[in-house]
């Protein structure tokens, strides 16, 4: 996404109801490496061996400016770990219901089979397994299963996830968090009639022991030029299945569930349900928005959404395809208008799609301090170098890379990689990308590069002689750009390469005045905000409506402060224009007061490292939405839909300039 603001910008979109992140303390980046890799790179560190499959489908992403081809990539799933000689495997029949639905064993391999049937609508298969003390846990299913659909579901029967299996047989929920001590079930099915051998397990996840594994793998040999500087990145996806939002659509227009301008929703679509959203535009005459979605799942059909006015009206409509890209639809709207659009599947299809949306006005002038709703964006370059550092599948979970350094790569079976840079200040800047395909007997290696709307800015190719490919771009400053990596044809070669990104020098900042605060160093590169998105309070008062989903949405920052104990955190809390300015400052203090409380008492962050204060809307220095149908007029009609932004608290390091300002005034 590309914004202008004060320091970088990190490109994994936020949850806007379960957030997962963190970051280990390391001098260098952590990744996950394949062992193919490693032992290329004479690695003296552990890596984790993971193969990934996927088909090929058609898609609307370009590949090169003269090849205009596009088919897609459809879902690869990293292979169960589940099937290792390590864990025990055992056979056990499937139930026809979940009250007979026998109990699968933790950290056990279950062996079953859908043999034939011929009964109305196919047949399913169940089973049920119980959690421990841990709440993160892996659902793997595998062998010849490319014809069965998982599904994980409650004891109430509401089904928490679903995914059809690859065309390699294999699917995996990765990082599922579970309530502990919870029964739950697993729902195997099938609507063409075709048998399945399958393997099923389950498996609970340490934390501390990915991490631990997760070692970095620097390059060596001739191809790196500065080892010291040089990062490795494995193929491995960090998968996104808690990623997604409680958020629903209404079901129809008079029911649309309100959302901000300039805010990330997560939502799924699943079961041919269509989900209606309604925003209202701001006082601008003659402005443009830009409507734009991600399809973030693999092996999906198209995400299909339509814009319509009060009347019911089609306005337009697009389509985000699986391969990942930001997909941007623009629209010439009234001003203080409320529009209604529809998220569905393409042709009413019954897949289970995860995606994002946001709707920004294109020319509008931020004048304000920015905030960004994105805890990985909050955490900026400093959070990816103390992270793990992943492939992405979609340009929405893309991760960060640093500039100036060299790193390597995989693209394997037909996949798509997403990565994203931000550029630094110097302005009319040229950057240079260099690209080595390692692997010989390929394709060409593809690199494309995109902004935040899904643009294609241009493309290159890096064939398999080996010789370094070059291509030099003129980027904005302080832009977050996107790189799209994949095999010519989207073939199903795997390439090993090494990429590096030359960025010329930075301008050089002006002198600071002796104890003005300054952002280097800082935990939170650019305000992190808790709106009413992601962290729901009761109304006009203190308390969460859903303390288990604040808990959620807070765990990555306690984890972030924790890290950081010399640094002092500011919670600032703020409101919507909406009752006195007195009233507004009591209540938003207390509402920081209360994220302050859950990062003390749930995860042990120490009191005095926090401070809090209440803004109200007055004292608000931050981009706001326009909460009034006159901007500044408190008195004119109040917009909800920009008032739910408006209700937030902004976390930020005690030491950055905007908190000292806040502080000053």
């Known amino acids: ?80 770990t589940a099937e290792t000689p390590s864990q025990e495997e055992i056979e056990l029949e499937a139930a026809a219901n979940m009250d007979e639905a026998p109990e699968i064993p933790l950290e056990t391999v279950i062996l079953g089979q859908a043999a034939y049937n011929r009964g109305n609508g196919g047949w399913i298969l169940w089973y049920t397994f119980t959690t421990n003390d841990t709440s993160t846990y892996e659902i793997a299913l595998g062998k010849d299963s490319e014809n069965l659909t998982l599904s994980l579901v409650d004891a109430k029967g509401n089904e928490l996830y679903t995914q059809k299996a690859n065309s390699g047989g294999f699917t995996t929920f990765i990082d599922i968090m579970l309530e502990p001590s919870t029964k739950y079930y697993l729902r195997l099915t099938t609507e063409n009639w075709k048998g399945a051998d399958y393997s099923l397990s389950i498996s609970p996840i340490d934390a501390d022991a990915i991490s631990s594994d997760a070692a970095a793998t620097v390059i060596a040999g001739d191809n790196a030029a500065d080892t010291g500087n040089a990062i490795s990145f494995g193929a491995t996806e960090k998968s996104t299945v808690t990623d997604t939002t409680d958020i629903r659509g209404g079901t129809n227009m008079n029911d649309a569930v309100l959302l901000p301008l300039e805010t990330h929703l997560y939502g799924t679509y699943k079961n041919s349900e269509a989900m209606w959203f309604a925003f209202t535009t701001t006082s601008t005459e003659n402005a443009t928005y830009r409507l734009t979605a991600v399809n973030k799942t693999k092996g999906s059909k198209k995400l299909y959404a339509a814009v319509y006015n009060e009347n019911g009206d089609r306005l337009g409509d697009w389509t985000a395809d699986e391969g990942g890209g930001f997909s941007t639809k623009d629209f010439k709207f009234d001003p203080n208008t409320v529009y209604y659009f529809y998220v569905n599947g393409k042709d009413n299809h019954k897949d289970t799609i995860n995606y994002m949306l946001i709707i920004r006005e294109a020319n509008k002038q931020m004048t304000a301090y920015q905030t960004t709703d994105s805890f990985s964006e909050a955490r900026g370059l400093s959070g990816a170098l103390e992270g793990t550092i992943y492939p992405a599948f979609n340009a929405d979970d893309a991760s960060l890379l640093p500039l100036n350094l060299q790193f390597s790569g995989k693209v394997q079976d037909s996949s798509n990689s997403w990565f994203a840079f931000t550029t630094n200040n110097a302005e009319n800047a040229t950057y240079s990308f260099s690209a080595v395909n390692m692997s010989t007997g390929t394709k060409n290696l593809i690199i494309g590069i995109y902004d935040q709307y899904g643009t294609r800015i241009g493309d290159w190719s890096a064939g398999q002689d080996g010789k370094t490919s070059t291509k030099e771009y003129r980027l904005d400053p302080l832009t977050t750009y996107y790189l799209l990596f994949h095999c010519k044809d989207w073939g199903s070669d795997t390439i090993n390469y090494t990429f590096i990104i030359n960025a010329p020098e930075e301008e050089t900042p002006e002198a600071v005045t002796i104890g003005e605060a300054t952002d280097d160093a800082l935990v939170f590169e650019t305000p992190f905000e808790l709106n009413e998105t992601q962290v729901m309070f009761v109304a006009n008062e203190a308390a969460f409506i859903n303390e288990a989903a604040a808990k959620a949405a807070v765990a990555p920052v306690a984890e972030a402060i924790l890290a950081h104990p010399d640094h002092s955190i500011l919670i600032a809390g703020t409101t919507a224009t909406d009752g006195s300015q007195e009233s507004c400052v009591e209540l938003s203090n207390r509402r920081a007061d209360a994220v302050k409380n859950l990062l003390v008492t749930e995860y042990g962050v120490p009191e005095s490292q926090i401070q809090t204060i209440g803004l109200g809307y007055a004292a608000d220095p931050f981009e706001r939405g326009q909460d009034r149908e006159i901007a500044g007029d408190i008195t004119s009609k109040f917009i909800e839909s920009e008032g739910a932004k408006n209700r937030r608290v902004v976390i930020m390091d005690v030491d950055s300039a905007i908190a000292q300002e806040i502080l000053a005034n």
């Open 1 to 80: 996404m590309k914004r202008i603001i004060k320091g970088l910008l990190f490109t994994t979109a936020l949850s806007a109801a379960l957030m997962l992140g963190g970051c280990q303390s390391s001098d260098v980046v952590k990744t996950i490496t394949d062992t193919a890799t490693a032992e290329n790179k004479n690695s003296t560190e552990e890596t984790t061996a993971e193969t990934e499959t996927s088909e090929t489908k058609e898609s609307e992403e370009p590949e090169t400016d003269s090849e205009k081809e596009s088919p897609d990539t459809t879902e690869e799933t990293p292979e169960s």
